[in-house]
């Protein structure tokens, strides 16, 4: 069965980091631009980061500029996401999928195949 699992997450105090993975199995991201998504309780499900597949470029929201940081590792079929400087607003469930596109400027796109997701919670 193609699925995606995403680990990593849990619970860090504001100003620290966790590192999410999302790993495929049974097909190849290769082929495929990669997106985080996040949603929290009672908010819509936002667009985070995401990296293409062929030349690697990335695109974040404005909300994680300069704090996030997208990668993917071909060899290992995963894709990280570095959440460094953590804030309480950036507590929500965060899920991984493949997008139809590349990133470009916008989170335009069909996705096929999504994570179950992991909880981040940013609390002191």
């Known amino acids: 069965q193609v699925q995606l699992v995403e680990s990593g997450g849990g619970l860090v105090q504001p100003g620290g980091s966790l590192r999410l993975s999302c790993v495929a199995s049974?097909?190849?991201?290769?082929?495929?631009?990669i997106v985080w998504f996040r949603q929290a309780p009672g908010k819509e499900r936002e667009g985070v980061s995401c990296?293409?597949?062929?030349?690697?470029?990335?695109y974040h929201a404005d909300s994680v500029k300069g704090r996030f940081t997208i990668s993917r590792d071909n060899a290992k079929n995963t894709v990280y996401l570095q959440m460094n400087s953590l804030k309480p607003e950036d507590t929500a469930v965060y899920y991984c999928?493949?997008?139809?596109?590349?990133?470009?400027?916008?989170?335009?796109?069909?996705?096929?195949?999504w994570g179950q997701g992991t909880q981040v919670t940013v609390s002191s």
């Open positions: 999928a493949t997008k139809d596109r590349a990133c470009g400027t916008s989170w335009y796109g069909e996705y096929n195949y």
């Open positions: 049974r097909f190849s991201l290769d082929y495929h631009a």
């Open positions: 990296i293409s597949r062929s030349d690697g470029s990335t």
